[in-house]
């Protein structure tokens, strides 16, 4: 089993930044791809960005040269920096991740409302 906990979201306005972490407890020598998707009121659960333990990264293209993903040197930290929010960006915030075995983990995830 893996355990996640997100935190760092918030209220900001439009232009600003946040920065989310979520960190891994567990099994976590199993976990092979950490990540973030979000979903808004009435939407579905999206990709935001991934990033795979060889330092691999993927981000949607709503997110590309605004969001960047990172992991810490224990690889069970994973941080989403968020540059230049947009109102769009509103959302819950997830945190995920899939192990070597097939496994996918959630975090409870964080609000994150971008508004004036």
């Known amino acids: 089993q893996v355990q996640l906990v997100e935190s760092g979201g918030g209220l900001v306005q439009p232009g600003g930044s946040l920065r989310l972490s979520c960190t891994a407890s567990?099994?976590?020598?199993?976990?092979?791809?950490m990540g973030w998707y979000r979903q808004a009121p009435g939407k579905q659960r999206e990709l935001v960005a991934t990033?795979?333990?060889?330092?691999?990264?993927n981000y949607a293209d709503s997110v590309k040269g605004r969001f960047s993903i990172s992991r810490d040197n224990t690889q069970t930290t994973v941080f989403l920096s968020m540059n230049s929010l947009k109102p769009e960006d509103t959302a819950v915030y997830y945190c995920?991740?899939?192990?070597?075995?097939?496994?996918?983990?959630w975090g409870q995830g964080t609000q994150v409302t971008v508004s004036s």
């Open positions: 995920n991740t899939k192990t070597r075995l097939g496994a996918n983990y």
């Open positions: 990033i795979m333990s060889g330092g691999n990264t």
């Open positions: 567990g099994r976590t020598t199993w976990i092979n791809v």
